[in-house]
Each structure stands twice: as structure tokens, then as C-alpha cells.
């Protein structure tokens, strides 16, 4: 599926991978059109080009003008939150959200819609141990509500598959990179900015360049097969490796206290209850607490072999961010 002369409309667009993505698809040669709430900030797509469309997934009237005369639809847009006060809202915008945009998507007659789920709902690998696009989800709702939200969306997915829409599902890892003005997946470069961090928990994760996310949105676009997912990752890191690279990038010692994971656990059942009872907003509540013991690795072999998929090292990841920071006023 060829990007010249194409129009397509991203929702989410002033966050961190949809604002990449603008940036992305327009060098690609789209036409884009950029959906956002009235009340989102725009600081992302600062000096990007674009046509602006005020909408909320919510909202079909603003979705149905939106997608009209568009070719490829990226649906981004998200409620990403651990906070249980969130949890009626994330399902309303992330699953419902999902439908809407579909309905409007085929309505429209749109020839292709690439969905961004996440690797959570492929559930949680064994202990050092790596998942791929055919794990089924394996936690319970209420362990990990967000990813349960992408678990229900992605079976919105296959229903509009079923009856004949044609939608590619992207799963990327934990993000970083450039334009992320809400600090999400740069928030421990900030903090190792700032501050010594001297500890490490002792699972690990998988992190990934937003550029090359965005490059595998469009690789799914145009390469994608229908009804299919893909996993956008980078390295599999331990907790100590990914804190490594960050230190040494920002000129800190590495970290030499290992928190252990039976600490982590323990601290999980009072960081909870004093988020529901004290209704508290603390840095860290007790599901984080609980998978930071745990790690969370996947496998990108398919998106290699059929999108082309690659990505970068992290430590190139980190200083990109790094970078963006000090030139946005987040550093001094």
C-alpha cells in the first residue's frame, strides 16, 4: 500500500507517539490530518506540518468529520494510568473509543486502520523469558486494568476484521524519545538528570525508540496483514542494565542497591490501600510495585521479518531524549 498522495488521520496526535507520528508520516509523504481534544496541548507538534481536526474518540459526530476522505486511519489515542480512579474513563476511551473509531473508519470506506494496543496484552512472559505475538493474556483484569483495556480493544479489532474491515495491530513496549512533553517514558532520564539513582529492582523490561515505532506504524501500513499484530520492541534489559545506560548517559554512577523483589511485594498491599482509602496519588503504586519484580521482555522477530522492522540502540534512545529536554526547558 503505497504512501504518495495518501491522506491519513491520526488520533492521539499531541502525544508522544502521535506527534512522532506526524512528524513521521509526513516525511513518508502523507497528507496528515491531526485529531486532538479542544483542551490538549500542542506543544508536541510544534513546528510540524499539518491540518488540525478538534475530536474525541468519544464523540462520533467529531470522528465521522474527521475520517471523511481519509485513506489509512493510525488510532493512537489512549488513556495510559495506573490510577484506579481513572479505570471507568480508560475503558470508556480505550475500548469503546477503539469501536468508534472503527465504525467510523469503515463507514468512511477508509482502505486500512493500523491500531497502537501495547505489548501488556500479550499478558506477562515467565521470569526471564520472552513473549511473541501468539501469547494470550494472562493476568487477571483487575492486576493491570490498562492492559486489560487493550485486551478488550483488540477483540473489537477482530470483529471489524471479521466483517471485512481491514485493521493492522501494532504492539510497541515501553516508549522513549523526543516531543514526550507529558514525561512518560523519559521520566527516569529526567530523574537521573536531576538526582543519583542508587537502586535497581530486579526484573527488567523492553525499551524502544519512538521513532522507530512510528517507522513501524508506517511499515504496517504499508506491509501489514489484515487481522494481524505486531510487536515494535527493542532491547530486553534488566532493571540494572536500563539504569546503567541511563547514569552513565547522564554522567552518574551506576546503581549498586538491588531493592529485592519479595521488598517490592510486600510494599505493593500498602501502596494500594493508600491509594483507595486515602485516595493519595503517590509516585509509585502497588501494581508497579508488583511488576518492577517481574520482566516484562517480547520478541519483534515477526515485525523484523515482515515489516522490516528495526530498532536502535538504547543508549542512542536515551540521549536523543536526553537532548530534547535540554533544548524544551525541561533541564537546566
Known sequence: MRSVLMRCLITGASGLVGANLVEAATERGYTVRAMHRKSSSLKALQGLRYESALGDVTDMPSL????????????????????????????????????????AARDAKAKRVVFTSSVSALGQPGFGKALDESAAFN?????????????????????????????????????????????????????????????????????VDVADVC??????????????????GGENLWYKELLNVVNDAMGRPRPWLKT???????????????RDKLKLKLPIDGQQLRLSAETFWFDSGKARNELGFTHRPFAETVARTHEWYKANGYLK
Not at 483495556?149 to 473489537?156: F, N, W
Request: charged fraction near 20%; charge should be negative; aromatic fraction near 10%.
Open 64 to 103: 465521522e468529520a474527521a475520517v471523511k476522505g481519509i485513506d489509512i486511519v493510525f488510532h493512537v489515542a489512549a488513556i495510559a494510568t495506573y490510577w484506579k480512579a481513572d479505570v471507568q474513563q480508560m475503558y470508556h476511551v480505550n475500548v469503546e473509543g477503539t469501536r468508534n473509531v472503527l465504525q
Open 215 to 232: 517507522t513501524g506504524h508506517l511499515a504496517a501500513a504499508e506491509r501489514g496483514r489484515t487481522g494481524e499484530r505486531y510487536v515494535l
Open 139 to 207: 493476568l487477571k483484569p483487575e492486576q493491570f486494568h490498562y492492559a486489560y483495556t487493550k485486551v478488550l480493544a483488540e477483540q473489537v479489532v477482530q470483529e471489524f476484521v471479521n466483517d471485512g474491515l481491514d485493521v493492522v495491530t501494532v504492539n510497541p513496549t515501553i516508549i522513549m524519545g523526543p516531543r514526550d512533553v507529558n514525561v512518560i517514558g523519559g521520566a527516569m532520564v529526567l530523574e537521573a538528570a536531576r538526582q543519583h539513582l542508587f537502586y535497581y529492582p530486579p526484573g527488567g523490561t523492553n525499551m
Open 260 to 274: 529485592p523483589g519479595g521488598l517490592l511485594r510486600a510494599m505493593a498491599g500498602p501502596a494500594d490501600w493508600a
